[in-house]
């Protein structure tokens, strides 16, 4: 089979499926890692007769994306802030709006260490909580090398993916297994508590699609209809703790529940609180402290 017939079978299976825009990623993600292409090469070798093993790779992949098992998961692996991270069912499938959630902590702390807010020769310590797949204290790490970083998390079997991209990425994090709905005190002080609970309600089901519906872990995404701000409202109360001087809490959010969670965290004793909307223009992340 050439590139062309398996491009013809992989449109004509999965057009009902998706939109043309993201069949056209899925074959060059699928042609990149398989047959090491670049997008170019798609054009330029059309006509490249494919070997039977990754025919046989190729067919088993687009089956799996007709039962509309996300890509990530196919390929075991997804890009996070320009990093690369092993992915498997049992974490979530990091999101461009976490991305935005590290962004505005770098952004954060580069103002905070330019305003001398925190002391430069002090190490930076930071806590991640639900970590899932480490995207977030990873991603920290590699751009803040001197901080020291812990990330709490439920599920062992996540725990030990975030541990394997820690390798693949060759940071160190302290990594720890807690149900921090169960915690009643942090084990340290840190400049910077930053999360992304489970915040989808129930209610909400009907617009999550199904590849996400059927496939990423309901844990780490739903919370129950008559307590949707659960995970705020503990770990707003442990940062009211367990922040330094100075130090900032960041939430990514349920978009609908900007208001209500601006709220809680006021409530909890936080004066200074900026809600931020994601590149869709949702509110989606907030950023508090006490001064
Ligand atoms: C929305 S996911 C975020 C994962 C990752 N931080 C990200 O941004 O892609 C929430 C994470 O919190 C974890 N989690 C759920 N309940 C928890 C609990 N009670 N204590 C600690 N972690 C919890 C889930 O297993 C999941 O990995």
Request: charged share 30%; hydrophobic share 40%.
């Amino acid at each position: 089979m050439t590139v062309k017939t398996f491009r013809d079978y992989f449109n004509k299976t999965l057009i009902k499926l998706y939109p043309v825009s993201e069949i056209d990623t899925f074959l060059f993600l699928l042609l990149e890692e398989y047959l090491n292409f670049k997008r170019i090469d798609l054009v330029l070798k059309s006509n490249l007769k494919i070997s039977a093993e990754v025919i046989s790779i190729l067919i088993s992949s687009t089956k799996l994306l007709e039962k509309e098992i996300p890509i990530q998961y196919i390929l075991r692996k997804t890009e996070f802030f320009g990093l690369p991270f092993i992915l498997n069912e049992h974490v979530l499938i990091p999101r461009p709006e976490t991305e935005e959630l590290v962004a505005f902590v770098l952004d954060k702390v580069s103002k905070l260490e330019n305003l001398c807010q925190i002391e430069k020769k002090k190490k930076l310590k930071i806590l991640d909580i639900g970590t899932g797949s480490g995207c977030i204290p990873i991603s920290l790490k590699k751009s803040l090398p001197l901080a020291e970083i812990s990330a709490i998390e439920i599920s062992n079997k996540a725990l030990s993916v975030a541990k394997k991209n820690t390798l693949l990425n060759q940071v160190d994090i302290n990594l720890i297994q807690q149900d921090i709905l169960k915690t009643s005190e942090l084990d340290d002080m840190y400049d910077i508590i930053v999360s992304n609970p489970p915040y989808v309600r129930e209610l909400e089901k009907k617009e999550i699609k199904n590849n996400v519906l059927k496939n990423e872990p309901h844990k780490a995404l739903f919370v129950k209809d008559n307590n949707p701000l659960i995970f705020y409202d503990k770990i707003a109360e442990l940062a009211k703790n367990h922040l330094t001087k100075n130090g900032l809490l960041f939430f990514e959010i349920n978009q609908y529940l900007g208001k209500e969670t601006v709220e809680l965290i006021r409530i909890k004793g936080f004066n200074t609180i900026e809600l931020k909307k994601d590149i869709f223009g949702n509110d989606r992340i907030i950023i508090a402290s006490v001064l």
